[in-house]
């Protein structure tokens, strides 16, 4: 009776907002004996621990209580000074810590780039299909998501101009677009070179923002890295947003936003508001782990692990896959999308899936638009090969028997 | 010029924000020889360091990589029983932890609450004065802060019940309150059972949700607990906002939320997109920290040695200040709020307090109204009792001398 008498003063958002279908997924398949190629988590036998429970009882000799009092909200300077430097050295030639937010995740990044650029009905391109982290953000600001088609160069730049065009003349205030550009999730796919010059030049042509999630670019696994649309940016367009959950360790939700002044300065303001600071205990572990040069070691020990496990998950596919379905090679990350035939549900793959005790997402909840009902995205980052090895022989085999559209309420 | 050209694309909340005052007070008075009351930081020499180092290591046998991956948007489930557990002990009888979130600080379930209840336009009432935390998550929303004084006895009702009716008559849509009932921020004082009653009272009249943020409730130093206003509602229209930060340590940032189920619901949605979790490894070591029955010795503690830090704290003003200026007794918390005779400004007595080396916080920055312009906050928290002494004598001092209005431009 609370809840019911509640509902009527929730605002437009939250009536409107739904559960990340993903987590939810997560929950329904987190039981022990189900092979799971849902989640797209790191492995926790890889995080660095002994590294960590040495760092930590050093930094506690040395810092004491001050690893444990509130930080600043712009985030440890000293930290910011070492990723700044990273930046630098990765073509980001003009990094500095004054321009540099710590986040509590990218997450946070983006959603502290969303209060800072979205308005109620202003429009934000994504691709189709794309995380749902940044329309989620957008959305929680009232602000409507728009799907451009994704392909193998990443987001379709022609298909994009042609969209915000039309979308403007109807009088659509279209603010920004929201991409990843390295092994996108969830389709593994990296926007080429040519898109990411022409990305910027629609950004300019249509006075744009650009926030550009990277959560993955340094877990390259062959092929030489592109630059950052950052880096291809001299009007401060690009909200540039990172993560540290998939190269050193997600529990401790660290991430950074660098971006133009400006822009930094309100992103600083809204944290103030959003959530005071970041822990500080797990700035400075990470401070240290940089310092001590364990996180260039831990990204190139995660490259080779995650290589592995790709290249395993790719030879199984292909000898158990039938060729009606396709799916690509991610050069890194965590991804590889399926597309089935067109006609072909994933949702009901999926429930016979799990009947099976194998578990994946389904493409549809990577599609702003409702479509990709066709399509799904495996991971091999946290299953073992044994696993890998079941799961796909099982999807493979489910996949050949050409499913009959079936009840939901009967799979059910 | 980046800069500049970014700020047309800014949202409307973002290019009305303010940063925190205080914070940026902080900031100029953190160098090492002022003697500073200003911050509401509880002091890191108490921190329980040796016993989060203890547990820290043993979290990290027991749990290993577990202890740094993701966890659920809602928190960890066996901290919320702990939690849960507490505050049915304080009387909140029907606690349970499926309608508890864990948040990144108390900050965050103010952020989350607004995101759910606040719209654009909507307004909140809030004290005169109040902690600007509640006022600055309203405003990111597009609210309305509304001010209603406060006395003695915490938040005036009878002046809440009268501005409520003149703003629903105009046609403003009011739509909840955010009170702080235990030892306000920042006038220490506590709000009556009289008046909580009929804040809940007034709150089923007018249909508002009740922000409750209470993060000093546990630190009461005398007297007698009072119920919090979450255990009087029955209609749950209270959201109960509660930190760890003075009663364990800020730098983990750890808060909760508890409130209807339907409402938790919404913010656990809201909160996936916000920053998708918690801080594992710090809910790990609050949890086991509980367990262990060293959260109820450490709030004792903490009880013991704010208690003496007010009692000097209060002496030295009966000693030094003159009887033109007043202040409360506060029965807990970290604030002691101070008014000059009206007419007298502190923030001249703030710049010529800096001069001295002597800082504390003006209290302008806490009237939504801006009003109080002849009021400061002091708090003991931090301070050792030497800059204690030493910082009440100056100021004593110097209100004394019945300062003239000075230019500021003169000052600065």
Redesign the interface.
Same mark, same amino acid.
């Given at each position: 009776m609370? &809840?019911? =008498? #509640?509902?009527h #003063? @929730? =605002?437009?958002?939250?009536l409107s %907002?739904?559960? =990340?279908a993903i987590?939810d997924i997560c929950?329904l398949v987190s039981q022990p004996e189900i092979r799971s190629l849902a989640g797209g988590?790191p492995? %926790?036998?890889? /995080?660095p #621990?002994e590294e960590?429970?040495r760092i /930590?009882?050093a930094l +506690?000799a040395e810092h !004491?209580?001050?690893?444990?009092? @509130?930080? =600043?909200?712009e985030g440890l300077r000293d930290l910011r000074l070492e990723l700044a430097r990273r930046m630098r050295n990765e073509g980001l030639l003009k990094a500095k810590a004054d321009d540099l937010l710590i986040?509590?995740?990218s997450?946070?990044g +983006?959603?502290l780039a969303a209060? *800072? /650029? *979205?308005?109620?009905g202003?429009v934000v391109m994504a691709g189709l299909p794309t995380y749902f982290?940044g329309p989620?953000?957008v959305? %929680?600001?009232g602000g409507k998501v728009v799907g451009v088609p994704v392909d193998r160069q990443g987001l379709d730049t022609t298909a994009l101009k042609q969209e915000v065009k039309r979308l403007k003349t109807a009088g659509e205030r279209v $603010?920004g677009v929201y991409v990843i550009p390295n092994f996108q999730n969830p389709t593994g796919v990296t926007l080429s070179l040519k898109r990411r010059r022409r990305l910027i030049q629609l950004a300019d042509e249509f006075?744009l923002?650009i926030f550009e999630d990277d959560p993955y670019g340094e877990l390259r696994f062959e092929g030489r890295h592109l630059p950052s649309l950052k880096s291809l940016d001299? &009007?401060?367009?690009v909200v540039h947003l990172r993560s540290l959950?998939k190269t050193f360790?997600?529990?401790?939700?660290l991430g950074w936003v660098y971006a133009? &002044? !400006?822009?930094v300065r $309100?992103m600083?303001?809204?944290k103030?508001?959003?959530?005071?600071?970041?822990?500080?205990?797990?700035q400075y572990i990470l401070l240290e782990f940089i310092r001590q040069g364990l996180l260039d070691r831990q990204i190139k020990r995660n490259i080779s692990y995650y290589r592995t496990k790709r290249d395993f998950m790719l030879e199984q596919m292909k000898r158990h896959f039938p060729a009606a379905a396709t799916w690509n090679k991610p050069q890194g990350g965590f991804f590889i999308f399926v597309y089935l035939p067109t006609g072909m549900d994933a949702a009901d793959l999926f429930r016979r899936a799990v009947e099976r005790k194998v578990a994946f997402v389904t493409g549809q909840s990577f599609f702003v638009d409702g479509g990709g009902r066709h399509t799904f995205r495996l991971s091999y980052a946290q299953a073992d090969n044994k696993d890998i090895q079941f799961a796909v022989r099982v999807l493979g085999k489910l996949i050949k028997q050409n499913l009959p559209r079936r009840n939901i309420e009967k799979a059910a």
């Open positions: 609370a &809840k019911k =008498s #509640l509902s #003063l @929730y =605002s437009c958002e939250s %907002a739904q559960p =990340s987590r929950a988590w492995d %926790a036998a890889e /995080f #621990l960590i429970g /930590f009882e +506690m !004491g209580g001050q690893m444990f009092q @509130y930080g =600043s909200t986040t509590h995740g997450a946070q +983006m959603q209060q *800072v /650029f *979205v308005d109620r202003d982290g989620g953000a959305r %929680a600001r $603010k006075d923002i001299d &009007k401060g367009r959950s360790v997600p529990g401790m939700r133009a &002044k !400006g822009a $309100k600083v303001v809204a103030q508001f959003a959530d005071a600071a970041t822990n500080t205990p797990s």
